[in-house]
């Protein structure tokens, strides 16, 4: 039997959980459902994980590693001092603790601080420097699509063979039994709506998402804009909307659980992506994967999970978006076309394969040198 034992950082499984919880959380469910390759598996955490956050009869080892101080404080301390003695240290988001002498797989969800530095504050620098440390002191680096691979190994100055795509999954959406209950309790029950998810960022054109909502009531397509998803930065969206006189064409309803966001996926008439830069693009395969038809940008990784199943546009010019939301509506052989499309394709992507080609990742890196 093997003594290998592995360590997980899982502070991203307290609070709100964005895309980064996500991606944890589908990985331990699916290590919860096989054998695994280690002896012991140990999560450590600040504090007590929620309730509900690992499945009944989880094989982990749960370890409360209190600190005080700020999050990064706690893993460049306390989980440094408690995991010196795994076999290899998994970090899930992009930084290992700097303390840290044993060996560890760190996932770099993107490059995106080394390609667009222009899209963050000066302040930011020093998390993009921690991001290049981790990676370059890492037994291996695990990312979700090789066109982040290529940027990593570009930007950071890595060796391809210590840097793995491993894509993300899609299939894990509830199966819709309460929908037209949700749609209701979003005050969404009789509205056509175009639907966006995800982090609010720049990058993302949110602002454009507005204007185009604008050109589409003009063009007497009175579909409601439904922006889902955390507003750090908190954008003046819905002063904009209400300058372009649709402040009730668009719904800013912030974050939602995993329930009301696959309900909204399927009761979209459209899913729209406009992001500049995405190391995965985790929304556009959930969205194909509820058979929604979704347009996006020509660029990233965007290109390579879409593989030919959404309408793909060269930038997010609200004209454009516009346009191509309309075709999509009003042409029903291409919307048709792009539902089965994408239905297919996001059935090439799942949190089994995620979860047994990280584990790969983790006993290579603990076996190695």
């Not at 307290?14 to 390759?37: N, S």
């Not at 797989?105 to 930011?124: G, K, N, Q, W």
């Not at 930065?233 to 402040?247: K, M, N, Q, S, V």
Request: proline share 7%.
């Amino acid at each position: 039997m093997s003594r290998l034992t592995v360590g997980i950082d899982t502070h991203r499984l307290i609070g709100a959980q964005g895309g980064v919880g996500r991606y944890l959380r589908e990985l331990l469910w699916a290590w919860a459902r096989r054998p695994l390759p280690f002896a012991r598996v140990r999560l450590y955490c600040p504090r007590p994980l929620p309730e509900g956050t690992l499945p009944e009869g989880h094989p982990y080892d749960v370890r409360v590693t209190r600190g005080t101080g700020p999050i990064g404080v706690w893993q460049h301390t306390s989980l440094a001092r408690a995991a010196r003695a795994d076999s290899v240290l998994f970090c899930p988001s992009y930084v290992a603790p700097l303390t840290f002498r044993g060996k560890f797989v760190v996932t770099v969800h993107d490059a995106i601080h080394e390609v667009m530095p222009e899209a963050f504050p000066r302040r930011d620098r020093y998390r993009a420097l921690l991001y290049r440390h981790s990676a370059r002191r890492a037994a291996l680096v695990v990312t979700g699509s090789e066109a982040a691979r290529r940027d990593l190994i570009h930007h950071y100055g890595l060796p391809a063979t210590r840097v793995r795509a491993i894509p993300l999954g899609a299939d894990a959406l509830p199966v819709g039994t309460d929908d037209a209950c949700v749609r209701a309790s979003l005050g969404l029950a009789a509205t056509p709506f175009v639907l966006f998810v995800g982090k609010f960022t720049r990058r993302r054109r949110l602002m454009e998402l507005v204007e185009m909502t604008a050109k589409l009531e003009a063009a007497g397509r009175p579909h409601a804009l439904v922006l889902v998803g955390d507003d750090p930065h908190g954008f003046p969206l819905a002063e904009r909307a209400r300058e372009l006189g649709i402040a009730d064409r668009v719904r800013i309803l912030g974050p939602l659980d995993d329930h009301e966001v696959a309900a909204l996926y399927r009761a979209a008439d459209v899913f729209i992506y406009p992001s500049e830069y995405e190391g995965f693009g985790l929304p556009v395969v959930e969205a194909m994967a509820a058979g929604t038809p979704v347009v996006t940008l020509d660029n990233t990784s965007l290109v390579e999970i879409a593989g030919g199943a959404a309408v793909l546009l060269p930038d997010a010019n609200p004209l454009k978006m516009a346009a191509a939301v309309e075709d999509v509506l009003d042409d029903t052989t291409l919307r048709a076309d792009l539902i089965a499309r994408g239905r297919r394709r996001a059935r090439g992507y799942t949190w089994s394969a995620t979860a047994d080609a990280t584990l790969a990742a983790l006993q290579d890196a603990a076996e190695g040198p």
